[in-house]
């Protein structure tokens, strides 16, 4: 199966290393922490679950997503998996493309925390991602968490159009179940907040929303 799943992953342009012990793995994961990790409970050595723990254990692998991979369905599993830190959780057996999707998904949400670690800004936007602070025009805007992510989000991006879809995975989490009106109902209060801002978000007749680019009006600096 690990086969399997590293060879549909390398079809998909993913670069994949394949190890069947759990010291082994976490080894391997100290000395080059990865992108993403596709764990199973089930490993010789010590379990998916101690390498997971030991992972959030030690801090040059604690941010490392990890989507666990197990026959295991109880509920008891699966809440310990989340518990100790798993940010996804597939039960065998799997269908590969949604475990490709998954994998897509994680990885998005990995481009857009690594986006939010520095101050973004744009025309009378200020953002301060690790001081959770947002201004407008100088003062200070205050916005709900869901409001501070949507609003980071579409920042980084710096034009490129982002579907409600992606919007969701990143604001909300790839686990929320939600309807596209939802976030149509956080941006629309995202928007009254900005106050002098709000034009500078767009929407995308049905596609989704983007910032909007300098040449599509003026931009207050």
């Avoid at 857009?112 to 025309?123: H, R, T, Y």
């Avoid at 980084?156 to 995975?169: C, M, T």
Wanted: hydrophobic share 45%; charged share 30%; net charge neutral.
């Amino acid at each position: 199966m690990a086969e399997l799943v590293a060879m549909r992953l390398k079809r998909e342009f993913y670069e994949v290393e394949v190890v069947h012990g759990g010291r082994e793995a976490l080894d391997r994961i100290r000395c080059n922490p990865p992108d993403l990790v596709l764990l199973d409970i089930m490993l010789p050595g010590i379990s998916g679950t101690e390498v997971l723990r030991a992972m959030r254990d030690d801090p040059r692998t604690s941010a490392v997503p990890v989507i666990m991979l197990t026959a295991r369905t109880e509920d008891a599993d699966v809440v310990v998996g989340l518990q100790l830190g798993a940010d996804d959780y597939i039960t065998k057996p799997f269908s590969m493309s949604v475990l490709i999707a998954r994998v897509s998904a994680m990885l998005r949400r990995g481009e857009f925390k690594a986006a939010g670690k520095d101050v973004l800004s744009f025309g009378l936007i200020v953002i301060d991602p690790q001081r959770h602070r947002v201004e407008v025009d100088g003062e200070a805007v205050d916005l709900t968490a869901t409001e501070f992510r949507l609003l980071v989000a579409i920042v980084a991006a710096r034009g490129r159009v982002l579907n409600r879809n992606q919007l969701i995975d990143q604001a909300l989490g790839m686990n929320a179940v939600v309807t596209d009106r939802t976030i149509d109902v956080h941006l629309a209060a995202l928007r009254r907040k900005l106050g002098k801002a709000r034009d500078y978000i767009a929407t995308v007749r049905g596609v989704g929303y983007r910032l909007i680019d300098e040449q599509d009006g003026n931009v207050e600096a």
